[in-house]
């Protein structure tokens, strides 16, 4: 079975460029993934900085 020359290798400058194209969209997500888990991760540390007194919990008055 012959395929159309379109399915067939590609020139190496449009291998260049795919190859380009695909690496920035893979590190843009990789991007909008790490830079939300950095945000609520200093939110977290603000937090226990600020409230120390919630974090660790002890025992509150007499226990049974």
């Keep these: 079975m012959n395929l159309p020359d ?24 990789a991007l909008d993934i790490a830079v939300p888990a950095l945000v609520l991760s200093v939110m977290a540390l603000s937090r226990w900085l600020v409230l120390p007194e919630m974090y660790p919990v002890g025992p509150r008055g007499k226990t049974a």
């Design 6 to 29: 379109t399915l067939g290798m590609g020139t190496t400058i449009r291998d260049g460029a795919l190859l380009a194209v695909m690496t920035t969209i893979f590190a843009v997500l």
